[in-house]
């Protein structure tokens, strides 16, 4: 149903991954969560209503409705996807916008790809035009930011502000301009994506986790993962445990 697919050479300093998510039959009404992640996604449906769009960065969970799909999207680094899109980043933060609004090829796009034979080719395809559609250089100081606020202990803003030489205003601007959301939202962001891939890989105790990912406690834990992600920890495990679509 859902595959991730490296990124070419020439794309692997902005891609995290190409992905593919197929599904033939209806779904009995069922959703999918989507949490925030720091990313940007460019998602292309080539079935139900053919279309080219682009997700910002996300600030809270997005349930979306099942059913039959088929879809071949790339979801870019934190900070790297304007490097192909036009606009700056926070101008479309929790939203999603035809791809033709922020310069990509949405109409050739598609046409060329519902011709495609298999998925392979499709990410190939979206990968060539991607390459082509390069518009601006990475900013150094959002990559050194991004790095830097996926640590397991994260700097403060203004910490990090001193580390990279540069005003907190500034560099909160640049990150937001560049990510979608600010240095600060950015660290909780990422931080809540440490603890699902901590939850997916073997039952944990949640006190300890919260520790360990740096939270003030257990009942931070569980603020911030109920605000970011609509479930709390233990929702979260349980919905794994009954193989559900989190």
Known sequence: MYREHPAPRELADVVDAFWTRSVDAPQDGRS????????????????GSPRVEVVG????????PD?????????????AARVC?????????DARVPAGELGLPAAPLLDVLATLPDRAA????????????RRHPLDPLVERAARALA???????????????????????RV??????????????????R??????????????????????????????????????PGAYARALATAQDV
Do not use: N, W
């Open 122 to 133: 499709r990410v190939r395809h979206l990968a060539s035009v991607l390459t082509q559609h």
């Open 195 to 232: 603890a699902v891939q901590a939850l997916r890989a073997a039952p944990r105790d949640h006190a300890a986790l919260a520790c360990e990912l740096g939270y003030h406690d257990q009942a931070h834990f569980i603020h911030e993962m109920q605000a970011l992600g609509g479930l709390t």
């Open 151 to 173: 640590a397991t202990r994260p700097p403060s803003v203004a910490e990090l502000a001193d580390s990279l030489g540069v005003a907190r205003q500034s560099l909160a601007r």
């Open 32 to 47: 999918y969560r989507v949490l925030p992640d720091g990313c940007i996604d460019v998602i292309v449906h080539l079935v």
């Open 176 to 193: 937001r301009q560049a990510v979608g959301v600010g240095p600060k939202e950015l660290a909780r962001v990422l931080r809540l994506q």
């Open 67 to 79: 059913g039959p799909s088929e879809i071949v999207a790339v979801r870019f680094r934190p900070g």
């Open 57 to 64: 960065a996300m600030t809270r969970a997005l349930v979306v």
């Open 85 to 93: 899109l036009a606009g700056p980043a926070d101008a479309i933060t």
